[in-house]
């Protein structure tokens, strides 16, 4: 009688693990045939690729085995993709998603993709670089480690030369600005991003965030702007990335605490960042009604269109007057941003103050379209764009042309002082 009970067992179990064997690959073929032609074409050339192709690799004395995430990056960099599409390896995404959150490594230097010039574009809030005084504008010329000291003809080269430098060993770098060298002492190290900092006539502060998603404002640095009418703050805002939310808040209740009820933001080379977090500024700025209100809105090649809107009622009336700035590096979700004040009445030529560039152009960059991040099951994650972003009236896409300003407001760049922000000082004195 035992031995019947042992074989039945025996038996179930064996009948279960086929069953469950053709549960699976009968699930595997019905999503197989689902796919079209064109997914099963992609899907065998890169099983040929990883079973056939043979290529003996000399440093490491064996044949090349490729792996999914080299095929998938290959495969991306030989597509003609826009830019802004790309493909992240586990640790890639990773990093993108601690970068999102505020956490960085480096000096906190950023550059223009369009040339390899060693041009500073930006310096970021809380770096190493801003701490020790650099600002953007300087070209890179040298850096100096352990006594020797690399001459840099272009990004390339201060890449490859930063590279070479162990983590939190001072370096000097040097820096042109029009003309004159400046010697800068750094260490490459780790940093919480700052993205909002407050100046009024009195006093300056560094809004940073002191946890991934618990960003709180703490005193930095004294930068006060003298030339400031006593009611008026300067905020200047770089990124929409999370922990902006809560350094922007703190800013403006710091601004109205001080007596404030007029406000130049800066939004100068803010490269956008995401849409939630544009929902969340976007709040402060529009008068709600205790109702949301459409920010902008996606709209796809396949699917239905997706629409943001203020996340809620947090529009305080002690605000009365506004004054942006922006250039040509104000993009993206920046330019979301100043798409939905216009058309709520808060912003017009005569308060959006643009820097020309050098070919005397006054426009902001003109990003008007929407990325997805698609994690796969492996850890990697491809990033696409998915769709085309239009203002609340569902109609303008500044993509490839920008927003402008009034002519009066169109203002060129001067060595030494802002001239943009002398500009809006002038607006709100009227």
């Known amino acids: 009688m035992a031995k019947k009970d042992v074989f039945k067992k025996t038996v179930f179990a064996v009948l279960g693990v086929c069953l469950a064997a ?9 999503y197989y045939l689902t796919m079209s032609r064109e997914e099963k074409y992609l899907l065998w050339a890169a099983g040929m690729i990883a079973d056939k192709y ?3 690799d000399e440093t490491t004395g064996r044949y090349k085995e490729y792996t999914a995430e080299e095929l998938i990056k290959a495969l991306v960099a030989g597509l ?3 830019r802004y599409s790309a493909f992240y390896s586990e640790k890639e995404y990773a990093d993108v998603v601690a970068t999102s959150h505020g956490n960085q490594f480096g000096v906190g230097l950023t550059f223009s993709s369009a040339s390899d010039e060693a041009v500073i574009f930006s310096v970021i809030g809380n770096s190493p670089a801003e701490r020790a005084g650099i600002v953007a504008g300087g070209r890179i010329t040298a850096l100096e480690y352990g006594g020797e000291q690399r001459e840099i003809n272009g990004y390339s080269a201060f890449a490859a030369a930063l590279s070479a430098v162990p983590a939190n060993e001072p370096f000097d770098l040097y820096i042109t600005y029009n003309g004159e060298p400046v010697r800068y002492e750094l260490r490459r190290e780790s940093f919480k991003e700052s993205y909002v900092r407050y100046a009024d006539s009195g006093t300056g502060y560094v809004f940073r965030a002191e946890g ?6 703490t005193q930095a640095e004294e930068k006060r ?15 929409f990335m999370y922990p902006a939310v809560g350094q922007f808040a703190d800013a403006l209740e710091f601004m109205f605490a ?10 100068r080379n803010n490269g956008g960042g995401y849409m939630d977090v544009l929902t969340e500024i976007a709040s402060y700025f529009i008068p709600s009604g205790k109702r949301v209100n459409l920010v902008a809105s996606a709209k796809p ?17 002690r605000l009365k007057e506004l004054v942006i700035l922006a250039n040509d590096g104000t993009a993206s979700a920046a330019e979301c941003l100043i798409g939905a004040l216009q058309y709520y009445g808060m912003a017009d030529g005569g308060n959006i103050v643009i820097t020309k560039n050098a070919d005397g152009r006054a426009r902001t960059f003109g990003k008007g379209i929407m990325q997805t991040t698609y994690v796969s099951n492996w850890g990697g994650a491809l990033k696409l764009t998915t769709a085309y972003v239009y203002q609340p009236d569902g109609e303008t896409c500044i993509h490839g042309t920008g927003i402008g300003t009034a002519a009066e407001n169109e203002i060129a760049p001067v060595a030494g002082k802002d001239a943009e922000l002398l500009r809006a000082i002038e607006i709100l004195k009227g």
Not at 22 to 30: H, P, R
Not at 225 to 239: D, G, P, Q, R, V
Not at 301 to 312: H, L, V
Request: glycine content about 6%; aromatic content about 16%; overall charge negative.
């Open 22 to 30: 053709i549960l699976f690959f009968a699930g595997y073929f019905t």
């Open 80 to 82: 003609p993709l826009d």
């Open 212 to 217: 991934a998603n618990e960003p709180t404002g």
């Open 54 to 56: 043979t290529v003996y």
């Open 225 to 239: 702007i003298a030339e400031l009418a006593e009611n008026t703050a300067y905020i200047a805002f770089s990124s």
């Open 301 to 317: 090649k396949r699917g239905a269109e997706e629409k943001f809107y203020t996340s809620a009622d947090r529009y305080d009336a």
């Open 258 to 267: 001080r007596g404030k009820s007029a406000l130049v933001l800066d939004l």
